[in-house]
């Protein structure tokens, strides 16, 4: 990765800081770093202070990345820190990001640069170096025949140099990046050079809805097995919640041509006559099969109230199916848990029901009914029974359940089978407390681990009573105690080893 280096704080100048922005962001959701959280944080820090990074010492690092140890480490510390991360990149690249359009790379600091100035840099990016056609040579030959053979073989290695040539430039300009300029949509090649862009007059919203790498409500592939590539497009026009519009799913063509345009929910009687007003919160799509082709799974809830819809859609935006949730559903992952081959759809977020976290399961092909409810006012009518693969609930901490009304589980992902995901227990944005979790391809309880800032927490909470104490062996243990809801009817999950 050191041959990315070299001029990599010019190239960092002239690209387009959102897609460096994006490829950090590729990184940080891949499952290379999945596992390494700390490493993820060095990562977020060095990302926020990218614009002044000749600026950032060991100790602002220090500050960030050990709040509650800054008397005890030092800058040797933070090095071990980043040759930790530059191992973890050097997998990355190896591996996942191969065909990816941007390097990221940490100078070595220790290191003078090429005119002997100190290296100041943390952190750079670099266009990746694409193949470079290397011409023919020939042998000069004596006869005349051999020559016009040459003559010809020349012309044809001039022809496929040209073909090739052609692909590359259609393939350069395909769609690959998208952000928000202002009101309007713009959509980018590999090297972050603008193709086009859609204005929307009404603009985005509300506040926080689009994420800064438009994750989750983008997506550019190949949709329909064309061999072009598609933009899929999460559309929220700006305004409060309770006004605004739904969310509208576009899709475009490479070219930026609208091809067609969906909207999620429905009214409900359960919502006592509010409007259906529904966002967008995930959207992934579905592996095409020998026996299908791929679809699109969307996840949307109500702006006000509980209810929450996964909608399958087939390639031109028609709906195939769909579930619902009494509950928000917002972050969703697909992947073969089973090793059959076939993805699932793993959702997770907070039944409001039991106002607890919760992990929904569904098979991309069983999409229908409606989560089954204890409290007749939280069950929605007149969808019939779902039958969801799994339906877990997550407990409460003792501080969650003191100072806020639910816990929420976000970011799942699916990795050899093994579902994990995070509980937060503090649902603000400003606090962070989190409870790791981890599940074998059985479903049985791997792991259920209090990050960090759960324990910094915890011990926060209460520092004042009389009851100050750190999380104990018995307090954690009550994290394990996870529900399998089978109707209306649950259980405990069974606990399973950390074993293959």
């Known amino acids: 990765m050191q041959r990315h280096v070299s001029h990599a704080l010019e190239a960092a100048e002239v690209m387009d800081p959102s897609a460096v922005s994006h490829q950090i962001d590729r990184i940080l959701r891949s499952q290379t770093f999945v596992n390494k959280s700390q490493l993820r944080k060095l990562l977020e820090i060095l990302r926020r202070n990218i614009d002044s990074q000749t600026e950032l010492k060991p100790l602002g690092v ?265 509950g928000h559903l917002d972050y969703v992952v697909l992947g073969d848990l089973d090793g059959d081959g076939k993805e699932e759809i793993v959702a997770a977020g907070v039944n409001n029901d039991y106002r607890q976290a919760t992990l929904v399961v569904l098979d991309p092909d069983r999409v229908f009914g409606a989560s089954a409810e204890v409290r007749p006012n939280f069950q929605i009518h007149g969808m019939g029974d779902a039958q969801e693969r799994l339906r877990l609930l997550f407990p409460r901490s003792d501080l969650n359940t003191a100072l806020f009304s639910y816990n929420i589980a976000t970011d799942p992902s699916v990795v050899n089978g093994r579902i994990r995901l995070t509980v937060r227990e503090c649902v603000t944005p400003t606090l962070s407390c989190t409870i790791w979790y981890e599940f074998d391809k059985n479903t049985h309880l791997i792991s259920a681990y209090a990050g960090e800032d759960f324990r910094s927490r915890h011990v926060e909470f209460y520092r004042s009573g009389k009851d100050a104490h750190a999380l104990s062996n018995e307090e954690e243990l009550e994290f394990r105690k996870v529900r399998r809801l089978v109707g209306r009817k649950s259980e405990f999950v069974p606990v399973g080893t950390s074993g293959p």
């Open 62 to 326: 220090i500050q960030e990345l050990w709040p509650e140890e800054i008397r005890t480490k030092r800058a040797a510390d933070v090095a071990t820190e980043m040759n930790r991360l530059r191992r973890a990149l050097q997998s990355y690249y190896d591996e996942e990001g191969k065909a990816d359009p941007i390097t990221i790379s940490l100078p070595n600091r220790s290191v003078p640069t090429a005119d002997g100035a100190p290296e100041r840099r943390w952190i750079a990016a670099t266009p990746r170096a694409g193949i470079e056609d290397q011409p023919p040579s020939t042998e000069a030959n004596a006869g005349r025949g051999l020559k016009k053979l040459a003559l010809v073989a020349a012309l044809g290695a001039v022809g496929i140099v040209a073909y090739v040539s052609i692909r590359i430039l259609a393939v350069h300009d395909e769609p690959k990046l998208g952000r928000l300029d202002g009101s309007a949509l713009v959509i980018m090649n590999a090297d972050g050079k603008e193709l086009w862009r859609k204005t929307f007059p009404e603009g985005f919203g509300p506040d926080g809805y689009y994420p800064k790498d438009l994750a989750s409500r983008i997506w550019l592939g190949d949709l329909d097995g064309s061999g072009h590539t598609s933009v899929l497009f999460v559309h929220s026009r700006a305004g409060s919640a309770m006004s605004s519009a739904s969310s509208t799913l576009i899709c475009y063509s490479d070219r930026g041509k609208a091809k067609w345009s969906w909207t999620p929910g429905k009214e409900l009687p359960e919502l006592e006559g509010t409007p259906p007003t529904y966002r967008i919160f995930a959207l992934g799509i579905l592996k095409a099969t020998d026996q299908r082709p791929s679809r699109i799974v969307v996840s949307s809830a109500h702006a006000i109230w509980w209810p929450s819809q996964i909608a399958v859609l087939d390639s031109n935006g028609k709906m195939i199916s769909e579930y619902w949730h009494s």
